[in-house]
């Protein structure tokens, strides 16, 4: 089972920022927050990752609380290509190495 | 840098005949990993590979799914015989080595596969 809670469906406005929460209170000390997106008929799309700090790249920002229990991906300035079904992810590891499951995600709809 | 490469993208089959789908990894990409899509749901693990190794098959049915990643780079991931509830998309991803401490994976566009 996915140990993320999601949203299933969020809109924002064009142009605003987007805010995207995930909740993953059974988060243990070593495990990563990643966010993929996926757009209609694209395979998933690697966003950013996490462990404890706060990080940011050239497509988003990802706040993990001080407690690592929810974060948050922030899309600072949405526009109508960002319509897309985002997957918030904790990796854990397994007898093999890193694993993931993902969730049903949240639907963001970006509205002119 | 190309990306994980996927075909066929789309695949449409009757009923018991068998199809396969074959995944190009990221060049260096040690880990790869089959993923089913049902419409409206998130990814679901079928298979991952460690170079030539396959290291977690539990979610495979074995019955009429199989999977190979001769010389360790790219694979094939084969049904046969196909039925209706097989209808989803298909999808390969790779990473650099599932045993460090943060990998990401990458995944290609996916094969839907449409059975009749």
């Known amino acids: 089972d996915a140990k993320t809670t999601q949203p299933p469906s969020m809109d924002c406005a064009e142009g605003r920022a987007a805010n995207l929460p995930c909740n993953h209170s059974?988060?243990?000390?070593?495990?990563?927050v990643y966010w993929y997106r996926q757009i209609h008929s694209q395979g998933p799309q690697y966003i950013i990752h996490?462990?404890?700090n706060n990080e940011t790249n050239e497509m988003a920002s990802l706040i993990i609380t001080e407690d690592r229990k929810s974060s948050t991906l922030i899309l600072p300035h949405a526009t109508l290509r960002d319509t897309a079904v985002y997957y918030c992810i904790v990796s854990f590891r397994d007898n093999y190495g890193q694993n993931f499951v993902f969730g049903p995600g949240t639907r963001l709809s970006v509205l002119p | 840098e190309a990306g994980v490469v996927q075909s066929p993208r789309y695949k449409i089959i009757e009923k018991k005949q068998p199809v396969a789908f074959w995944c190009n990894p990221i060049?260096?990409?040690?880990?790869l990993y089959w993923y089913l899509q049902n419409l409206g749901q998130g990814p679901e693990l079928l298979i991952r590979y460690e170079n030539e190794e396959a290291v977690d098959d539990s979610q495979l049915p074995k019955d009429r799914f199989s999977a190979e990643r001769l010389k360790g780079v790219d694979s094939t991931l084969k049904i046969q015989p196909a039925e209706l509830g097989d209808s989803a998309v298909y999808l390969c991803?790779?990473?650099?080595?599932?045993?460090?401490?943060?990998?990401?994976?990458?995944f290609g566009p996916g094969t839907r596969l449409t059975v009749l």
């Open positions: 996490g462990l404890k």
């Open positions: 060049s260096g990409h040690n880990t």
């Open positions: 991803a790779s990473s650099l080595d599932s045993e460090r401490e943060a990998d990401t994976q990458y």
């Open positions: 059974t988060i243990s000390g070593n495990e990563y």
